[in-house]
């Protein structure tokens, strides 16, 4: 079982900045993906971005140049840096880590930490 721990989230007015982080913890073992996802009201939970199996990194359309993914092995924690946010980020992220092996993956998502952009 691998459990992960969003925070950071809040409330920004436009073009503000924050930083949600990811806390890993349990069995952290064969981890293929571990990235962040978002769901606003009513839509559907669409991928923000996420450290591929090869150590790349893939971004939103919608975030690229304005988000950026980093990770600090040591503390088992992913960070999601959101600068120039816009009132189109408003939801809930939410932090995915995907466990191996390949043949038999397993998802384990965070609780959710809310994200309002507003003024």
């Known amino acids: 079982q691998v459990q992960l721990v969003e925070s950071g989230g809040g409330l920004v007015q436009p073009g503000g900045s924050l930083r949600l982080s990811c806390a890993a913890s349990g069995s952290i073992f064969n981890i293929i993906d571990m990235g962040w996802y978002r769901q606003a009201p009513g839509k559907q939970r669409e991928l923000v971005a996420v450290?591929?199996?090869?150590?790349?990194?893939n971004y939103a359309d919608s975030v690229k140049g304005r988000f950026t993914i980093s990770r600090d092995n040591a503390k088992n924690t992913v960070y999601l840096q959101m600068n120039s946010l816009k009132p189109e980020d408003t939801a809930v992220y939410y932090c995915?880590?995907?466990?191996?092996?390949?043949?038999?993956?397993?998802?384990?998502w965070g609780q959710g930490t809310q994200v309002t952009v507003s003024s």
């Open positions: 995915k880590a995907k466990q191996g092996p390949l043949w038999h993956t397993t998802d384990y």
């Open positions: 450290f591929t199996s090869g150590g790349t990194t």
